[in-house]
């Protein structure tokens, strides 16, 4: 339920930034297992909190597309890899900026082994 509710937030984000926000398939699939870990040890509650706070986060992006951090895009070598936390919790949303689309191409735990997540997910998807 909450994937959807990102989903269809993220379709009233193009209205309201005029600029197109993509969650590619590595970043749903991440979100589903975000959802799902939250949903078994903490509850629904804590699931829909999550779903919140990516909702958020994936505003911030969509309306400031560059404020996101380069440091992962920088120390892999992944030229416009940006990287946003999704407050208050220890995930970050990988994305890249295009001319008229961001795409979301990672939702990674902070604490996993971000760079060989991160290359597994621009090899696959």
Known sequence: MVL?????????????????LVLR????????????????????DAAFRFGRALERALRHIA?????????????LDLPGLRSWPIKPYPHLLFYAVG??????????HGRRDIPARLREGFVAD
């Not at 597309?65 to 992962?72: D, I, L, M, Q």
């Open 4 to 20: 959807r509710v990102a989903s269809q937030s993220a379709r009233s984000l193009d209205e309201v930034t005029k600029r197109r």
């Open 25 to 44: 398939a590595r970043a749903q699939g991440d979100v589903a297992e975000a959802l799902a870990h939250y949903r078994e040890f903490a509850g629904d």
């Open 63 to 75: 309306e400031h597309p560059f404020s996101g951090s380069t440091r992962y895009g920088d120390e």
């Open 99 to 108: 001319d008229e689309t961001t795409h979301v191409w990672r939702v990674l």
